[in-house]
């Protein structure tokens, strides 16, 4: 069992942070963008987002361009050709399964996010 009080998910939202890492099995991230990030492609990994605060244009499918392994069964790219974008907002959930390529295009700064990655 794991608790985190408000003060702690609150200084993790401030900064973006993992509060949970069981990285065989799922972790848990309180993220936040001010400015938009590369393609990525989690080989292993689903992607459970719940969008608390913030706009993100938001790219799935498609393929990742110009990318690299940089770590285990983590990929980058410059960006996604193809997919579908889609505008997602406060209150939306998003599900990318493993081994898709997703990007946050666009985000109106400070875009806050809570991600469970299920292995």
Same mark, same amino acid.
């Given at each position: 069992? !794991?608790?985190?009080?408000?003060?702690?998910?609150?200084?993790?939202?401030?900064?973006?942070?993992? @509060?949970? &890492?069981? !990285?065989?099995?799922?972790?848990?991230? /309180? !993220?936040?963008?001010?400015? $938009?990030?590369?393609?990525?492609? %989690?080989?292993? &990994?689903?992607?459970?987002?719940?969008? @608390? &605060?913030?706009?993100?244009?938001?790219?799935?499918?498609?393929?990742?361009? &110009? !990318?690299?392994?940089?770590?285990?069964?983590?990929?980058?790219?410059?960006?996604?050709?193809?997919?579908?974008?889609?505008?997602? /907002?406060?209150?939306?959930?998003?599900?990318? $399964?493993?081994?898709? $390529? %997703?990007?946050?295009?666009?985000?109106?700064? $400070?875009? @806050?996010?809570?991600?469970?990655?299920?292995?």
């Amino acid at each position: 069992m !794991s608790y985190f009080e408000r003060s702690q998910v609150t200084s993790a939202f401030a900064k973006g942070a993992v @509060l949970f &890492d069981s !990285s065989d099995k799922y972790m848990v991230h /309180a !993220s936040r963008r001010e400015q $938009p990030g590369m393609a990525e492609v %989690h080989t292993r &990994d689903a992607d459970i987002i719940y969008v @608390l &605060d913030g706009k993100a244009t938001f790219v799935t499918g498609g393929e990742a361009v &110009d !990318s690299k392994t940089v770590a285990a069964d983590e990929i980058r790219g410059k960006e996604i050709r193809g997919g579908d974008t889609r505008l997602i /907002a406060k209150g939306d959930v998003i599900v990318v $399964p493993a081994g898709t $390529p %997703h990007w946050f295009k666009e985000v109106t700064a $400070p875009f @806050l996010y809570y991600v469970v990655k299920a292995r």
